[in-house]
């Protein structure tokens, strides 16, 4: 019997248990070792070792085994976890974690002999000391004061079911082209003028509409399903930095679209990377400013009509207007005059700007190169917006305001020539019309003339390869955009109107079209593209410089 | 008519692996149930001829449940199926009146040599 057909779920069964064990272990070294949740972790490791052993799978079982017998030590009381115990418990479930991953992919496992004798080790060295009580660690997540519940029983008791995303992914694609069916059958119905078909197809059209609905409420997914990374993450940054903190996550059930929470992931991390690393003080410079010395970092999510909120705040330095006005103006990137008309939260949105950076000294922790201007693009590319509040003292909050779904847009239809295209309404400023003469050329450039300022122009036509509209005389439609904070335009032929549509990913080999972002079915069964206005930008700005 | 059986394992992993066994063998699986409280809440519903029951549950102890069966549905014949190897565990089980102890990691023939085991008794 071939026992690699069970990869897959091995795979993602494993996953599970590893995510529940590395959150029971976080909260182990924050103190909280009662019996509830140290048998639990007992049990998720010793499921693993089930699982691997079954699947012939020699060092998962080793170190799942290690790892199950220094909790089964734990929980007979013969000696208490110490902060070293939890970071080697952590190294076996990371190092897991790698080994599972190696099986995801079909690889050789490397043997996990050496941390498992480390693990061993431990154990047995600790258990001759005399018990320590465990130094209560400084990092909690929210439900630190609640029995330990776990993650992995709420998934059986509420009868769920596992389905894959490439198949949710596909039914979502079918309930759009049933659409196009429907429009086929009313215009044939309308053509042939079958009115005893009009009540069945009404009907048709509020089932389709319900059944659009839920596929879409199957894509959601709480929070909490991308959360569960952070305060990990969190810790360790802690500990290689120095600071101490609490880290908390609030609101983690509210749910987004699947689409839009892969999106805010590394958003997020480099949101909290900088509130640890840039944010917060060292415990002596916190106390020297009459702080207590342990920081706070919270990371909350709240639902407001159809947007989702959700906020990165931290106690620390917060951010001082003035040095980023001045150091701004110092690196080019606008003159006093315009840094002057700025409000005081335009001004600490200038730390997005490429390049821009305000910490003294650049981290390994923070990253190089990837700054704030990498996550305002990120919010922006689904449709949501930022925005930063800081007291100088007190610290920092940013707000990421997302839609739910990315899946649905409302969207700008615009004519190009023979091409129809759509563009995302929320990445378009304005629309205005103007007339031949208020558009300037300079050599292959274009400008649109505007209150004195000439705005870079895109001529969408000729960036989709259509024939040039210039000629005519009419008045010619543009779409006024922002890049890098500049505002920019793409010229038109015409302007469609608005509507809501329903967006499809690009694959190969149509995935690297340049300034094409996505595709849509309209009712007519015809195929549009999404017009990514920042892309068809993007080397505007550089080009047309001499 | 195959036998019925019923398998009580938190982990859908085992809980397929051995099912998919156990087909091969000609048994028909006609409940799994992941935890204690689904085990009891399946087991009068489908009187299964088999149960293969795991010993270590989210919410309870497999030789509790054990004892449960033994009483409720005497007819019944429990495996307990689990990866500790400890005679004294093994032992106990018995003595709670399990038919037969199948050890993990099993293998198709630790399973068909199970199932045999039962025929023959």
């Not at chain 1, 019996?35 to 693993?48: G, Q, T, V």
């Not at chain 1, 018990?131 to 769920?160: C, G, H, M, Y």
């Amino acid at each position: 019997m071939d026992i690699s057909r069970y990869r897959d779920l091995f795979v993602s069964e494993s996953r599970e248990h590893l995510t529940v064990l590395s959150a029971l272990s976080m909260r182990c070294e924050e103190g909280v070792t009662d019996s509830d949740s140290i048998n639990e972790m007992f049990r998720h490791a010793h499921s693993l070792k089930g699982m691997a052993a079954t699947m012939q799978l020699g060092p998962i079982t080793t170190l799942s085994h290690a790892l199950e017998d220094l909790l089964s030590l734990i929980r007979s009381g013969h000696f208490s976890p110490t902060r070293n115990t939890v970071d080697l418990m952590l190294t076996a479930i990371d190092t897991l974690e790698q080994l599972v991953a190696l099986v995801a992919q079909g690889g050789e496992l490397p043997d996990s002999d050496d941390l498992a004798s480390r693990i061993r080790n431990h154990a047995a060295s600790t258990e001759e000391a005399a018990p320590t009580a465990p130094k209560p660690a400084t990092i909690q997540t929210k439900p630190a004061a609640e029995p330990a519940e776990s993650l992995f029983r709420a998934s059986d008791e509420n009868s769920t079911t596992r389905i894959r995303t490439s198949l949710l992914d596909r039914l979502v694609t079918i309930s759009g082209e049933l659409l196009t069916v429907r429009h086929t059958l009313e215009d044939w119905s309308s053509r042939n003028q079958a009115d005893e078909l009009q009540p069945p197809l009404k009907e048709l059209s509020t089932l389709l509409r319900q059944l659009q609905n839920e596929v879409f409420q199957a894509r959601m997914l709480p929070f909490g399903s991308i959360a569960e990374r952070y305060p990990r993450m969190v810790r360790d940054l802690a500990r290689k930095s120095g600071k101490e903190l609490t880290f908390q996550i609030y609101g983690d059930t509210i749910e987004l679209d699947r689409g839009v929470l892969e999106q805010i992931i590394e958003p997020l991390v480099h949101l909290l990377r900088n509130a640890v690393d840039h944010g917060l003080e060292t415990p002596a410079e916190r106390v020297a400013c009459g702080k207590p010395p342990v920081g706070s970092i919270s990371l909350s999510v709240s639902r407001l009509a159809d947007q989702v909120l959700l906020e990165v705040r931290d106690d620390g330095r917060g951010m001082d207007p003035a040095r980023i006005r001045s150091k701004a103006i110092a690196q080019g990137l606008l003159n006093e005059q315009q840094a002057a008309d700025l409000t005081p939260q335009e001004i600490l949105l200038l730390i997005c700007s490429p390049g821009f950076s305000t910490a003294a000294t650049v981290t390994d922790i923070s990253g190089r190169g990837v700054g704030m201007d990498v996550v305002q693009n990120a919010i922006q590319t689904i449709g949501g917006t930022l925005t930063i509040d800081s007291t100088p003292g007190h610290g920092s909050t940013f707000t990421l305001r997302l839609p739910i779904s990315v899946a649905i847009i409302h969207a700008l239809m615009v004519a190009c020539g023979e091409l129809q295209l759509a563009v995302p309404v929320s990445a378009i400023t304005s629309t205005c019309e103007v007339q031949r003469n208020e558009i300037i050329q300079k050599g292959r450039d274009l400008y649109l003339l505007r209150d004195g300022t000439e705005i870079p122009l895109r001529n969408l036509p000729r960036f989709f390869r259509q024939r040039e509209t210039l000629s005519s005389n009419e008045m010619l439609p543009i779409l006024l955009a922002e890049s890098n904070k500049q505002p920019v335009g793409l010229l038109v032929d015409r302007l469609l109107g608005q509507q809501e549509i329903f967006t499809r990913p690009l694959r190969h080999p149509l995935a690297d079209l340049r300034g094409i972002s996505g595709s849509c079915l309209l009712g007519n069964g015809q195929i549009v593209f999404i017009v990514d206005p920042t892309a068809c930008v993007g080397r505007l700005c550089t080009e047309n410089q001499p | 008519m195959p036998q019925t059986v019923m398998i009580v394992d938190d982990a859908l992993f085992i809980r397929t692996v051995l099912r998919n066994m156990l087909e091969d063998c000609g048994y028909h699986t006609i409940a799994e149930a992941g935890s204690g409280l689904e085990a009891q809440r399946y087991l009068h519903t489908v009187k299964p001829d088999l149960i293969f029951l795991d010993i270590i549950l989210p919410d309870a102890n497999g030789i509790e449940i054990l004892d449960d069966i033994r009483c409720s549905l005497p007819a019944t014949k429990v495996i307990i199926c689990s990866s500790i190897s400890q005679e004294q565990t093994i032992q106990k089980a018995l003595q709670h009146g399990a038919a037969a102890y199948l050890q993990k990691p099993f293998t198709q023939e630790t399973v068909a040599a199970v199932l045999r085991q039962l025929e023959d008794s």
